[in-house]
């Protein structure tokens, strides 16, 4: 079975600075996606960024990026010029890859919970 | 697209009462997932649907816990009777087939059973 892992029940950052938070995952697959999801204190679900585990290129949307190590089974989260708004808790998530139209489920970390300082 | 629409969104009920959570996924997604959130245990996947067909529901804690998805708009979980151990959050979510898929989350139903 499918396992994440999430090692940081917290992290702290000052405004303005950099945090990077740590994800593992467990699989057989070869071929998957990886996902961050952010879930502020409103409690809505939102989609930080994916990663297709056959790209090798790290995917980065804005100030968020990844860096994925297919071969360590690690996927971490890095937050650049961190905002008062990224204070959430934030889940990695992963996903086997769809095949016959069929959809699987996602496996969820136990979160990371974020404080921004100012 | 409104999103994933989940009713109610606070619910607060008797130990052994019946509770009813109703989910209606985003229009053309094929699949529909139940996830439970506590402190302790994170995100529990409960149940999946695929097409309507309930493909996994090996997370549902035991017999007190149903699901249906009676057509592709519509879903509901119900507890019967429901125990002050149920209470959480429950959340529903969607996704499509095709690409990358991720999960659309409901705003989710916190749950109290007193």
């Known amino acids: 079975a499918q396992t994440v892992t999430q090692s940081q029940p917290e992290m702290s950052v000052q405004e303005a600075e950099t945090v990077t938070l740590s994800c593992t995952y467990d699989?057989?697959?070869?071929?998957?996606?990886l996902f961050w999801y952010k879930q502020p204190p409103s409690r809505q679900m939102i989609l930080v960024i994916r990663?297709?585990?056959?790209?090798?290129q790290n995917a980065t949307e804005n100030r968020f990026s990844v860096n994925f190590q297919k071969a360590a089974k690690s996927f971490s989260l890095k937050i650049s010029d961190s905002q008062l708004g990224d204070a959430a808790m934030y889940f990695c998530?992963?996903?086997?890859?769809?095949?016959?139209?069929?959809?699987?489920?996602?496996?969820f970390g136990k979160g990371t919970l974020l404080t921004v300082n100012p | 697209d409104a999103g994933v629409i989940q009713s109610p969104r606070h619910e607060v009920t008797e130990m052994g009462q019946e509770v009813t959570l109703r989910c209606k996924p985003i229009?053309?997604?094929?699949?529909l997932f139940w996830y439970r959130q506590t402190m302790m245990r994170g995100l529990e996947l409960l149940i999946y649907?695929?097409?309507?067909?309930?493909?996994?529901d090996s997370g549902m804690p035991e017999d007190r816990f149903s699901a249906k998805m009676p057509n592709a708009s519509f879903s509901t979980l119900k507890i019967q009777p429901s125990e002050p151990r149920d209470s959480a959050v429950y959340f529903c979510?969607?996704?499509?087939?095709?690409?990358?898929?991720?999960?659309?989350f409901g705003q989710g139903t916190r749950l109290t059973v007193v």
């Open positions: 979510a969607s996704s499509s087939q095709g690409g990358v898929t991720e999960a659309f």
């Open positions: 699989t057989s697959e070869s071929d998957y996606y």
């Open positions: 990663q297709e585990a056959y790209k090798q």
């Open positions: 998530a992963y996903r086997k890859i769809n095949s016959g139209g069929s959809n699987y489920k996602l496996t």
């Open positions: 229009s053309g997604h094929n699949s």
């Open positions: 649907f695929n097409n309507n067909v309930p493909i996994d």
